[in-house]
């Protein structure tokens, strides 16, 4: 999400003025979250505790308010309401209505057909597929922008909710046997998803930080139990607290897709769709119940126009053969450009395009994401198309990719619980870019896995290399259980768990509090690259090259593994000094020692009232 206008530089005791700085400062009223602030600990409140109590007591999670579960059944509506459609895209576009069907879409009983509506083969399918992820992805850059500097986070997400009603209608509509008989319903379809796409982009980046924002607990406080102990209440703790609910309502809210994929087997499109309706119904009910009792920040303003402008500067100035040499940032600091004697209106300090800087090197990690999320699920929508050649014996095509989520929530306390603790105790240090590493190695097994199975799916098909296209020979499927599959996409899910959350821990711990945003926003961004690529390849993702689909990002990915690790190793010598010698305790494997400030990330530049809040370990699946 696009961050906020810096607010005025800190100097310990007294704010430079905006007039000063030429920076945009903070409403009336409104002052950066406490626990950001590094003035904090010298303020004395009610239960403050001291050193001797931060160094041996108990760290605790306070007390949700019932506001914050209610926006946690806000996101499990709208990503019900998502995946119950999305998945569905690619069988839709690419399938002709099966012969001897229901006519709403439904193969016959029995068969081993597909469900399908528009008939428009493999490279249309994986277009539109393709498409529609990466809007969802990349719109949320502006979006965010336009929350932070415009409407507020909370009036945006309303208009998204309106704009997903809309699509939920036109897309229900496009269910219809009559529309799909004639040819009629690719303009409603077509209308009805990149709709969406909108809709779930100006949802996505302000749902998480509108929930940060109910949790009013800002500073550790000192309690006693009821059984006597003392304990701190700590504000990173309830952080941690309310994003496993909302990431856990995600994916409870990713297993929609397993009831609308049976609902296109067994009934139509007409149900498959409806259902999604359904979910989305509640949404416009709860958020005009939640309105009046939500803590709401004005938009504050945002950083992300002058992140550009530093940008158009440096290339401006040093062109693209200066890109990650010395020197390149330097070219936009106020203090450079006087002492040049341009005449270029400069709306921040020397410390914000350092800012900015930070931010990009710590999200460089994110630059490898692309590949890892292209193993994860295959190139394009290859992995679907894979699936449509293999033996379903009744279930539907589209319903294994849900193992992908549920490896996550299977082995997510197992890592947490079980791996992590183990080797710990056993003074092994597992850093962040180790774990990574691991991640985009599980990643590159799964694109393997995948490649195995198209191999011999070809092989075996009686269409051979072309069997994903319509194949109509025998019983148009190769004699290969479909359940195969779920291997390469729960390894795919599992890559997921070692990849995402230390990457976006090191990221939060080492980019200043001010930039944050601007993490997420690059973080979204990549995953829209890795969508982007599947959309440039739409031309290949087709018979009869899919071995090779799964095949280069495999290889790709496994070379990509052993550079990452030389490039980024270093930084698990980093994070262990700090934890080992300075009390830091950066495990990263939660939100945990992410959201306060530590020495890697300080900075005078403060965030507006808006920012206090920003996402956290933003996930594809949001």
Not at 232 to 245: K, N
Not at 293 to 315: Q, T
Not at 337 to 344: C, E, P, Q, Y
Not at 540 to 545: M, R
Request: neutral net charge; glycine residues 10%; contains cysteine.
């Amino acid at each position: 999400m696009a961050e906020k206008q810096a607010a005025p530089a800190y100097d310990g005791e007294s704010p430079i003025s905006d007039k000063e700085k030429g920076i945009s400062h903070v409403p009336p009223g409104d002052k950066p979250a406490p626990y950001l602030d590094p003035a904090v600990m010298n303020d004395d409140y009610e239960g403050k505790p001291t050193e001797e109590d931060l160094a041996t007591l108990r760290r605790v999670p306070g007390n949700l308010p019932i506001i914050a579960y209610l926006i946690c059944i806000v996101e499990f509506c709208e990503r019900a309401s998502y995946y119950g459609v999305q998945p569905l895209i690619s069988n839709y576009v690419n399938r002709p209505l099966p012969k001897d069907g229901n006519g709403y879409g439904a193969p016959p009983v029995g068969t081993q057909q597909t469900a399908g509506a528009l008939g428009m083969g493999t490279v249309v399918a994986n277009a539109v597929t393709q498409s529609f992820s990466m809007l969802a992805y990349a719109l949320p850059l502006v979006f965010g922008w336009m929350a932070d500097a415009r409407t507020g986070r909370f009036r945006l997400i309303c208009w998204g909710v309106a704009v997903f009603g809309i699509a939920h209608i036109l897309m229900v509509a496009s269910g219809a046997p009559t529309l799909l008989q004639n040819g009629s319903a690719k303009a409603p379809y077509f209308i009805s998803v990149y709709i969406l796409a909108v809709g779930a982009a100006m949802f996505k980046p302000n749902v998480s930080p509108l929930l940060l924002d109910q949790v009013t607990n800002r500073v550790p406080i000192v309690m006693t139990t009821s059984s006597g102990e003392r304990v701190i209440q700590d504000p990173e703790s309830t952080t941690e607290r309310v994003m496993l609910w909302f990431y856990l309502m995600i994916n409870i809210g990713g297993f929609m897709g397993v009831a609308t994929a049976y609902a296109e087997k067994y009934v139509g499109w007409w149900l498959a769709f409806l259902i999604p309706l359904l979910l989305y119904i509640p949404l416009p009910l709860l958020l005009w119940f939640l309105h009046k009792r939500l803590i709401l920040h004005p938009p504050g303003g945002s950083d992300l126009p002058n992140v550009f402008r530093v940008l158009g500067i440096c290339f401006r100035r040093g062109g693209f053969r200066k890109i990650g040499r010395h020197g390149f940032w330097e070219l936009a600091k106020p203090s450079n450009i006087a002492a040049a004697g341009l005449d270029i209106k400069t709306d921040w300090n020397d410390q914000f395009v350092d800012d900015v800087r930070r931010a990009f090197q710590a999200t460089g990690i994110f630059c490898f994401f692309p590949i890892q999320y292209i193993n994860d699920n295959g190139l394009g929508s290859a992995a679907s198309f894979l699936t449509t050649m293999l033996t379903t014996n009744g279930v539907p095509n589209d319903v294994i990719n849900n193992f992908n989520s549920l490896s996550i929530i299977a082995m997510a306390p197992v890592l947490n619980y079980g791996l992590y603790p183990l080797l710990r105790r056993m003074n092994i240090h597992y850093g962040p870019v180790a774990r990574i590493t691991t991640g985009l190695a599980l990643s590159t097994l799964g694109g393997v896995g995948y490649t195995i199975l198209n191999y011999y799916a070809y092989q075996q098909s009686p269409c051979g290399d072309y069997g994903s296209s319509d194949c109509a020979i025998g019983d148009g499927v190769a004699p290969i259980s479909i359940w195969w599959t779920a291997i390469p996409f729960a390894i795919g899910g599992i890559s997921e768990l070692f990849v995402n959350v230390p990457a976006y821990g090191i990221a939060y711990s080492r980019a200043p509090v001010n930039m944050r945003g601007l993490v997420s926003a690059i973080n979204l961004f990549n995953t829209a690259v890795a969508y982007a690529i599947g959309l440039a390849c739409s031309s290949v993702v087709t018979d009869p090259y899919l071995t090779w689909d799964f095949g280069g990002p495999a290889i790709a990915g496994g070379v990509l593994t052993v550079v990452f690790y030389f490039m980024f190793r270093h930084i698990d010598k980093e994070e262990y000094v700090l934890s080992q010698n300075k009390d830091y305790h950066l495990e990263l494997e939660g939100t945990r020692n992410v959201v306060g400030e530590n020495e890697l990330n300080k900075s005078v530049n403060r965030p507006a009232p808006i920012s206090e809040n920003e996402e956290m370990m933003i996930s594809q699946k949001q």
